[in-house]
Nanobody, 122 residues
Framework: QMQLVESGGGLVQPGGSLRLSCAAS????????IGWFRQAPGKEREGVSC????????YYADSVKGRFTISRDNAKNTVYLQMNSLKPEDTAVYYC???????????????WGQGTQVTVSS
């Protein structure tokens, strides 16, 4: 059974940092593109970042460029999202997803985790 599990969310003050993890079980993460998405209340789910299976290509949404870094450790079957200089507008449920193509289109990812809440507030 293919499963993705996110962790690392929480409450952080503006300007703070969090590192999200996306751990896979039941399949080999190294064969898939991994995307991070987020969904704030009342808003559509949006792509934040993604990383190719070969770890040679990454993409960041303009809103997080320079602040977030995606990385993968295929030996640990895990992908990370390091989030620095967090802003209140980064508050959302963050999801990781696995798919075949480097993309931030939600429909391009057939496998999803359950999400982890990130709240940026003073």
């Amino acid at each position: 059974q293919m499963q993705l599990v996110e962790s690392g969310g929480g409450l952080v003050q503006p300007g703070g940092s969090l590192r999200l993890s996306c751990a896979a079980s039941g399949f080999t993460l190294a064969y898939y593109v991994i995307g991070w998405f987020r969904q704030a209340p009342g808003k559509e789910r949006e792509g934040v970042s993604c990383i190719s299976s070969s770890d040679t290509s990454t993409y960041y949404a303009d809103s997080v460029k320079g602040r977030f870094t995606i990385s993968r450790d295929n030996a640990k079957n895990t992908v990370y999202l390091q989030m620095n200089s967090l802003k209140p507008e980064d508050t959302a449920v963050y999801y990781c997803a696995a798919g075949p193509l480097l993309s931030t289109v939600v429909a391009g990812y057939p496998y999803w985790g359950q999400g982890t809440q990130v709240t940026v507030s003073s």
